[in-house]
């Protein structure tokens, strides 16, 4: 059929205006959208093995060592077949994350700085586990299906934890350490942290590195606290820094025993229920006045904008058996309920959001302890 027949056109991103002229006749030819979004999702799959590959093969951190170099030459340094590394190395620059002239690859200021090992806020540990199990995006139609992922990472999350929480520290440092900014944690005198679900524990180097007198107790599942352990120890804050390995819905905590309590990207982890009482948990663990930090990625309240946070709900369906994203209002809303005022919203650096909200110093009649 011809195009005045369908109201379609061949290339819809071609047919800018609705003229006599030029397109027939006015408000009653239809431009139709065009077919980006879908090849976005197509090549989405190949972007991110293309862009793995390169990081397991030191592509970025041989090229910060060896500045602008041919396909051929960085194949002969890397011991790899040099027409299928320069293609593997054009995948790269179609995502915009090296620069091609001349015939020659150079990195760019985003490849420095995100993907090379030592770069100021390097992910390249975290792009190869971000996604999680790659299995379980396989078999996700199969997860909608049954309502449970066929190998969740529940089952066995030191196997996952380990490598993400080792590829996010940087990431989390940094946004730690420039909230102090926002909620100016080292004014504190002697101020005591709970970071729960650590990780890495990169809060509690941030607040302790700030404040030479701060104290820390830290938390996370055996097996991950040891990566927090060693992170601390290489800064030099183990000695203020007590690990209590266990569930952070089972570890004893002391009530109102400190300043700060830190929920850092774990409350998706746990859906709604979960979140609630890990929200409890920290009111009572925090002396009148203190605060509390929670940190995720959060929906709009139509989950239609926040395209971060709805992708992540995606992969908390994946691979867990409860994880899931929340809305900004029920953050608040849980935050509020448990007790918390003057909850405020905070962005230390692009993408890193998080809650801060205090105890009150007098806790109303009825409220939660």
Known sequence: MTESRTGDAPYPELKKTHTVARTGRPFTDRKPPAAAPVWAAIEGYGRFHVLVAAIELGVF???????????????????????????????????GLLD????RFELNDTARRYLTTNGPASMSALVPVSPGPLANWRDLADTVRNGSPADPIDDNPAAFYVPLVEGTFTTMFRAAS???????????????????????????????????????????LPGVIDVASRRLADHGLADRAELRPGSYYDITIEDDGFDLVVLGHICRAEGLGGTRELIERAHRALRPGGRVLLSDYFCDRQRQAASRALMMGVTMMASTRRGATFTYGDAASHLRSAGFEQVRLIEPIGFQEMFVATKRDQPREGAPR
């Open 61 to 95: 951190d041989t090229m910060e060592q060896c500045g602008a170099v041919t396909g051929d030459e960085l194949a002969a340094t890397l011991g790899a077949s040099a027409p299928h590394l320069t293609t593997l190395l054009e995948g790269v620059v179609a995502q």
């Open 100 to 103: 091609h002239r001349h015939g």
């Open 178 to 220: 420039r909230a102090d900014t926002f909620i100016r944690y080292s004014a504190l005198s002697r101020p005591r942290v709970l970071d729960l679900g650590a990780g890495g524990a990169p809060w509690t180097v941030a607040v302790l590195s700030a404040v030479s007198d701060a104290t820390a107790v830290v938390n996370d």
